[in-house]
């Protein structure tokens, strides 16, 4: 794959990037990007372990937070630091990264369905569906040499806080259970729900609307 361009036009932007810059001009030598990715991936294996075990204990919540502030320094710094330290390499970087960025949002997934706060059918509908638009967005790359990350100025970090404030808000006031039809629900199955088909939705626009684009254009490529 050739060198791609990056776009991560984030709303948090303008506090993260200067912040990841300090934070890269802080690290001491023997930090490297490859260990900063390791930390990240263990941050997503706090936060999933930490989702389950908060069946037994709730402050187990406040953990999976600080998980994802982990995952947070790990993942978004690495890049920054070998752009830092100018020892990019990119095609081990962005295959690295992007495969173990799989493994992290199926580590917190899973936990989130074992909790006792979401139903997991539910939460790996949800996770189907990210997945789907994470293969979305590998592939565009490929073909556009663009990567972008951020939809409507929502990306990774956006999605990380989120989360964060939703462990918070379940922890003071509970993930307010309804019945209907017979079966127990959360507001947060209510969430992944939502989240998982309008993912779907997108996944299937997308692909309808890059389709045609690309199709066009090599049609009109050949009549030239």
Do not use: C
């Amino acid at each position: 794959m050739n060198k791609h361009t990056r776009v991560n036009d984030i709303l948090l932007g303008p506090l993260e990037r200067p912040a990841l810059k300090w934070l890269a001009q802080k690290m001491p030598d023997f930090i490297t990007p490859d260990i900063l990715t390791v930390i990240g991936l263990i941050g997503s294996f706090i936060t999933g372990l930490s989702y389950y075990l908060s069946s037994y204990d709730e402050l187990f919540l406040w953990i999976a937070s600080l998980g994802l502030v982990i995952n947070w320094f790990g993942d978004s710094l690495d890049g920054t630091l070998a752009r830092y330290r100018k020892i990019e390499r990119p095609k081990y970087g962005y295959f690295i990264d992007h495969t173990l960025d799989s493994l992290s949002i199926i580590a917190i997934a899973i936990g989130a369905g074992l909790s006792p706060y979401a139903r997991f059918d539910f939460v790996m509908f949800a996770l189907v569906g990210y997945l789907l638009m994470s293969i979305l967005v590998y592939i565009r790359t490929y073909v556009y040499g663009i990567f972008k990350i951020s939809y409507y100025k929502i990306g990774p970090t956006e999605v990380r806080l989120i989360i964060i404030i939703l462990n918070t808000l379940v922890y003071f006031w509970g993930a307010n259970e309804f019945a209907y039809e017979g079966e127990k629900y959360t507001i947060l199955d209510v969430g992944a729900l939502i989240l998982a088909i309008g993912l779907l939705i997108l996944f299937i626009v997308s692909v309808i609307f890059e389709g045609r684009k690309l199709k066009n254009t090599e049609i009109n490529n050949v009549d030239k």
